[in-house]
């Protein structure tokens, strides 16, 4: 997002909630931050929030920011399908306990 994007959401906010006027400082800030976001996506969340909120949003309220693709989803579909197929593979093989615990345990190990 621009400079001149990050001042059209601040007037924005300023101009509905009029109480509410952004220092130097916080301003910079915005700068800061809304550099890596989107301005529609954004402007969207403003939106929403406005219609919602008798507050002024904080930069937390709207931030919008890119996610990283991994393939962790395609990981954890290979974890599954191999532990299904161990499972099909063994299926009447139970886990025996240990002797020591077998007296403790609610039911008896076969």
């Not at 300023?14 to 809304?34: G, M, T």
């Not at 550099?35 to 909120?53: A, F, G, P, Q, T």
Request: hydrophobic share 40%.
């Amino acid at each position: 997002m621009s400079k001149e994007e990050v001042v059209k959401l601040l007037i924005l906010i300023e101009s509905v909630y009029p109480n509410y006027i952004f220092k130097d400082e916080v301003v910079q800030l915005w700068f800061q931050f809304c550099s890596e976001m989107d301005y529609e996506k954004v402007l969207s969340k403003v939106k929403n929030h406005i219609r919602k909120s008798p507050f002024p949003p904080a930069i937390a309220d709207i931030a919008v920011f890119s996610f990283e693709e991994n393939d962790f989803p395609e990981t954890l579909q290979k974890w599954m399908k191999k532990g299904r197929e161990r499972i099909d593979r063994q299926p009447n093989q139970r886990n025996t306990l240990p002797e020591w615990l077998a007296e403790y345990a609610a039911r008896k190990s076969v």
